[in-house]
Each structure stands twice: as structure tokens, then as C-alpha cells.
T-cell receptor, first 119, second 110 residues
């Protein structure tokens, strides 16, 4: 069964607008971490944001925020004030077995969402 | 800030040849991971090392092996290369929650 699901193969947004990229996950482990990465056409994998399953507040990093809804098992990425440089593939990933800030587990990725920002 | 370093960035090999990919983690990071990303695919976990010991193993072919050295750099050795091994190979390192990826090595097998 797919552990990480990104249902939007592609998304379009107008420059300066906000966009939400969806991610749902499936795990029976009470301790887990959720990640978002950006992969531009050049290929590198850029870490954006992390949310631990026990974190009480939604993670934020600059224009990125993670809308964490634990009961729904969703971890959507919100990008505010989109820029042309945000056009890229975005991956949601999960690590099971997180242990309060120190963890060494592998990441399982979703299929990715291609975001295109229009001027 | 220092990032994960991978070399080479691009590699072209013929079928049945061998390849060695190198990874230098962020200083003081104690865990190294290797991932393989095929064309149009999401990254797939291969293997990881914590403090120079193998900590987890994913869908890594028997033709591949890896190790982490005393200076914490890691090498992924790939033998009897097949066309299907053509992919982007990422190394990542972590110390705690966040996992940072290197720029990747793009391997093309012809």
C-alpha cells in the first residue's frame, strides 16, 4: 500500500498567489516525521520543511508552511506569495520511527507534484 | 553553510562495467543515506549508515555495495551495470530530524 500519496500530478498558480500542495500519508507508527522537498529541473533535492508527529504547531519556514492535520493524516504544503523560481517538482516524504528530534530512518516519498508558476 | 558533496556529478558507463559514487556528508552528521531516482520516479531508498555501521537496507541490488569510512565519507560501488541502473543517485546526511541531500550523481549506462 502506498504510504505517501500526492494526488495532484500538476498544479498551476499565478505569481504572487498562494498555492497548496496536497499530501496524505498512512502509518500505524505513532512517531513519524513528514518532509517536503523541492526538485528543480536541475535535479537537486532541496529540503523545505519538517513536521514531527508530536509537534503541536504547524511548521513554518519563510514562505513555506505545513498544514498538518493528524486525524486526517494529511500534511499539505502551503507556499505563499508564489515566485517564478518556485516552479519545480515537489515531493512529500515520511520517516517512520521518529523519536523526539533524533532519528536515523529512511524516507519514503510520494509521487511528486509539478508546480508551474505563471507570470 | 556546508552541504553534502557528491562526486562525480555525471558518469557514463557501458553495460557490465563498474562504477563508484562518492559522498561527503555535512560535517558532524552521523548518518548517511543513499537513494536512487529513476527517470520520472520518486527517490527510492537503497542503504544507510549510522556511525560507519550499516543501519538499514532497502531495495539495493546484490550487484551494489556500500560502505562508510572512518572520515564519514561513503562510497556506493556498482558492478555489472545494466541499462536499468541509469538514474540519479542521491546521498543524504542527517544529524537529528532533518535530512539534507547532495546534488546527486547522474549515471548513464549505455
Amino acid at each position: 500500500a502506498q504510504k505517501i500519496t500526492q494526488t495532484q500530478p500538476g498544479m498551476f498558480v499565478q505569481e504572487k498567489e498562494a498555492v497548496t500542495l496536497d499530501c496524505t500519508y498512512d502509518t500505524s507508527d505513532p512517531s513519524y516525521g513528514l518532509f517536503w522537498y523541492k526538485q528543480p529541473s536541475s535535479g537537486e533535492m532541496i529540503f523545505l520543511i519538517y513536521q514531527g508527529s508530536y509537534d503541536q504547531q504547524n511548521a513554518t519556514e519563510g514562505r513555506y508552511s505545513l498544514n498538518f492535520q493528524k486525524a486526517r493524516k494529511s500534511a499539505n504544503l502551503v507556499i505563499s506569495a508564489s515566485q517564478l523560481g518556485d516552479s519545480a517538482m515537489y515531493f512529500c516524504a515520511m520517516r517512520e520511527g521518529d523519536a523526539g528530534g533524533t532519528s536515523y530512518g529512511k524516507l519514503t516519498f510520494g509521487q511528486g507534484t509539478i508546480l508551474t508558476v505563471h507570470p | 553553510a556546508a552541504g553534502v558533496i557528491q562526486s562525480p556529478r555525471h558518469l557514463i558507463k557501458e553495460k557490465r562495467e563498474t562504477a563508484t559514487l562518492k559522498c561527503y556528508p555535512i560535517p558532524r552528521h552521523d548518518t548517511v543515506y543513499w537513494y536512487q531516482q529513476g527517470p520520472g520516479q520518486d527517490p527510492q531508498f537503497l542503504i544507510s549508515f549510522y556511525e560507519k555501521m550499516q543501519s538499514d537496507k532497502g531495495s539495493i541490488p546484490d550487484r551494489f555495495s556500500a560502505q562508510q569510512f572512518s572520515d564519514y565519507h561513503s562510497e556506493l560501488n556498482m558492478s555489472s551495470l545494466e541499462l536499468g541502473d541509469s538514474a540519479l543517485y542521491f546521498c543524504a546526511s542527517s544529524l537529528g530530524s532533518e535530512q539534507y541531500f547532495g546534488p546527486g550523481t547522474r549515471l548513464t549506462v549505455t
